[in-house]
Nanobody, 123 residues
């Protein structure tokens, strides 16, 4: 059984930065495609970023150039570095893991979900 635990969320001013972490337990991180989704109040869950077994990355257009996903297989941890944050980035961010490398932007690809961490961008 894989468990995902997110950390690093919080309140930040527009233009600021946060780094989210996702600690993976139960399996070796290198066996999974990892990603981040987010859900704002009253909105549907949306894809943010993903990183494959081979460290190939995918990003939503809304975060390209501002967010960076990375993985440290030795630490069994995935990161999401978020820079130049905007109010529209406010959401609960969830870490996800998939046993396959296909369709990284679809929620149906992922087998495991973390509980999420709140990110609030506000002055």
């Amino acid at each position: 059984q894989v468990q995902l635990v997110e950390s690093g969320g919080g309140l930040v001013e527009p233009g600021g930065s946060l780094r989210l972490s996702c600690a993976v337990s139960g399996r070796t991180l290198s066996s999974y495609q990892m990603g981040w989704f987010r859900q704002a109040p009253g909105k549907e869950r949306e894809f943010v970023a993903a990183i494959s077994w081979f460290a190939t990355t995918n990003y939503a257009d809304s975060v390209k150039g501002r967010f960076t996903i990375s993985r440290d297989n030795a630490k069994n941890t995935v990161y999401l570095q978020m820079n130049s944050l905007k109010s529209e980035d406010t959401a609960v961010y969830s870490c996800v893991a998939a046993r396959t490398n296909i369709t990284p932007t679809s929620t149906r690809t992922y087998d495991y979900w973390g509980q999420g961490t709140q990110v609030t961008v506000s002055s």
